[in-house]
């Protein structure tokens, strides 16, 4: 015969603290994940922000765009996406089937459903946390490879400026022949959509914006260019 004793006082205590956190953890989770969207938008802000500090991205385009290099730049932000779906799922009401008014089931219901929140919120931290070190990781591998010389040929150019935009000209440390809209002669370094690159004699490169240009003076035929306007 099996005796049945009656819980201690202590024991029953332990009882009812865990059945008030069971019933807290729902709702705990829930206010948990709904803050993770301002957290993300603030983590993305400083990413791109340090992007563009360590010179790694020109507007919204980043500079180092060979493949697979580039990869490095979006493992952080595949983290935080995983992590966004982990956050979404713990958002997921939970709807199970049970006899109606079973204190039983219900709780058995809300036991499955803290487990479930529980194992996607998990899952979503650690997806954020390595999202995380992933940005240090790329933002350091980013800079290595743009420390690296390049191996795009540069060629000699030369440009006439717009009379409307010489003005942003003198903003920067690039001479104009006296009397002319004609820059010196430069360093073309890499051409995009929206901007010449060009390196000046104290080692820097500075982008010149292409709505800038009336005319590209390619010095090794000696053909000019009109610029795209």
Known sequence: MVRV???TKDEEDWIQHDIAKQKELGAYYVSQAEKYQ???TAVYGIYTGLLLLFGLMNGQV???????EVLWFLLPIAGWIIGIACFFLVLQPSIIKM???SPSAIRKGLYESNVKKA???SIGLLAFGIGVMLMVVSLGIGAYY????SDTVTEDVQFIIRDDSVQYITQIPIDLIPGTNKTVVVSLRNITETSYSIGL??????DLD???IQTVIWKTGETPHDSPA
């Open 38 to 40: 301002s957290i993300w």
């Open 201 to 206: 004699g104290n080692g820097d490169t500075v």
């Open 99 to 101: 006899p109606p008014n």
């Open 62 to 68: 980043l500079k180092i765009i060979t493949w697979p």
């Open 5 to 7: 004793r009656d819980a």
């Open 146 to 149: 743009a420390s690296l010389p």
């Open 119 to 121: 194992r996607f919120y």
């Open 210 to 212: 292409k709505t800038w």
